[in-house]
């Protein structure tokens, strides 16, 4: 059964770093793309982050946060990472992972919220 757990997420100040992780189970990390999400209170879903399969392969970001955050995988671990630095108060957000296109199973997510 496809089951993702993410973890991670917490309260930090501006300019501050997360590391978030996603633990998965089943076949979804396995010979797929897979990539972070997020979604703020009253906006849709978005990709942020892709990693392809190949560990030193094909990275994506989306503008918002290209040069702060690192997307990263451990094949072996069937666990994808998210390094986060410079954290800006917009980018407060329950973040997921999942496969890219994302597939049917969701895990609960982690909030990420940045304040002082």
């Known amino acids: 059964q496809e089951q993702l757990v993410e973890s991670g997420g917490g309260l930090v100040q501006p300019g501050g770093s997360l590391r978030l992780s996603c633990a998965a189970s089943?076949?979804?990390?396995?010979?797929?793309?897979m990539g972070w999400y997020r979604q703020a209170p009253g906006k849709q879903r978005d990709v942020v982050a892709i990693a392809t399969i190949f560990i030193g392969g094909t990275t994506n970001y989306a503008n918002s946060v290209k040069g702060r955050f690192t997307i990263s995988r451990d094949n072996a671990k069937n666990t994808l990472y998210l390094q986060m630095n410079a954290l800006k108060p917009e980018d407060t957000a329950v973040y997921y992972c999942?496969?890219?296109?994302?597939?049917?199973?969701w895990g609960q997510g982690t909030q990420v919220s940045v304040s002082s």
């Open positions: 999942n496969s890219v296109p994302a597939g049917p199973y």
């Open positions: 089943g076949t979804i990390f396995s010979f797929r793309t």
